[in-house]
């Protein structure tokens, strides 16, 4: 962290200053230009605020030279992270995943026909929404517990793995029994406690980016998961608000490669809930492979006209299968 102090800071105000960083801890380089004297602080700032130091009359501006979030980051980290799932498999560090199924699950029939048919087609993961975020109270809420207990017979009879919202720590003994990856929806992503919850459990959290949060913001939100010294994160862009409205969100897909720059984690998009049309889907599901993502998550519904949640930005298993195909073709084109 770098002070830059006023012309008009006199030397006292200036030793002041010294000894009350030096008291907590921090170590103080003064650099005395021409015009500016600023002074320079080692060690961890993190307790310190910005805002704070700029109340002080005789400071100018305060810059931040190092990044809010530690753990998430790839200064301490610089690998890449592989999450292990349940079953075996592995999310990023060259471990591709595709997580496909309803937005919600809606019956036993419908869960197990498309878990079937995502299985066939080369899925990695299985997800349904129990426990449904919606904008409107009157909509649609999901099955709750009921839904779960599906959820579970249809990777009983698939073998997939399978990832489900957890909108409460209220449920947060059945998702640690049941889940295999739990889902943090872009409306929890500021949710703290709910984010040191599920950091203590020793599970995969999916954490999808808020819908007005910055990628600094998300990543100090993984931080927080991550701060339980338990779970393991996987980084999700789903979209965020814009004044666009040709869309339902507007896709960051620069995220993508902003996010592995910035960070070890694995990094998946979702097209689904970034696009809100199906026929957006396929092109951007594409674009996110070139970008560099580390997995994808798509809503796959058997009958999309039909669907309780989230029907327009479903695709049918068909397109999803022919999506499969060129995402390997698209996975070659770009390690080659
Ligand atoms: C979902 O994946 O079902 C969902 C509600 O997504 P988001 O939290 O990104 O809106
Ligand atoms: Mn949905």
């Avoid at 426990?131 to 779960?148: A, E, I, N, V």
């Avoid at 199906?278 to 599901?285: C, G, I, K, R, S």
């Avoid at 560099?292 to 049918?316: K, M, N, W, Y």
């Amino acid at each position: 962290m770098i002070i830059i102090l006023k012309e008009t800071a006199t030397p006292e105000q200036i030793s002041e200053l010294r000894e009350a960083m030096t008291l907590r801890g921090l170590i103080v380089q003064d650099i005395v230009g021409e015009e500016k004297h600023m002074m320079g602080l080692a060690g961890d700032t993190s307790e310190l605020s910005q805002e704070g130091l700029e109340r002080y009359g005789f400071v100018d501006r305060v810059m931040k030279v190092s990044e809010p979030y530690k753990l998430s980051g790839r200064h301490f980290h610089p690998e890449d992270t592989a999450v292990s799932i349940a079953g075996g498999s592995k999310v990023g560090a060259g471990s591709f995943a595709v997580v496909a199924g309803p937005c919600s699950i809606e019956s036993e029939e419908q869960i197990l026909s498309i878990a079937r048919d995502v299985k066939r087609s080369g899925a990695s993961m299985l997800r349904g929404g129990a426990f449904k975020p919606r904008s409107s109270p009157y909509s649609f809420q999901g099955l709750g517990l009921d839904g779960l207990e599906l959820l579970k017979i249809a990777r009983e009879k698939t073998g997939l793995p399978i990832v489900t919202e957890l909108m409460s720590s209220e449920y947060l003994s059945e998702f640690e029994r049941d889940v295999d990856v739990i889902q943090i929806g872009a409306r929890n992503m500021q949710n703290f406690s709910l984010l040191r919850d599920v950091g203590r459990l020793g599970k995969p959290v999916l954490l999808k980016r808020g819908p007005s949060s910055t990628i600094e913001e998300l990543l100090m939100a993984a931080d927080y998961i991550l701060h339980g010294g338990k779970s393991s994160v996987i980084l999700c862009e789903r979209g965020i608000r814009t004044f666009e409205t040709a869309t339902r969100n507007t896709l960051d897909l620069s995220a993508v490669p902003v996010l592995k720059k910035k960070s070890h984690l694995p990094v998946l998009v979702d097209p689904s809930h970034g696009t809100g049309y199906w026929d957006l889907v396929f092109p951007m599901a594409l674009a996110s492979v070139a970008a560099g993502a580390d997995g994808l998550i798509i809503e796959v519904h058997d009958r999309p006209e039909f669907a309780l949640c989230d029907g327009q930005q479903s695709i049918t298993p068909v397109l999803f299968d022919k999506l499969m195909r060129n995402i390997s073709a698209v996975r070659d084109a770009v390690k080659n």
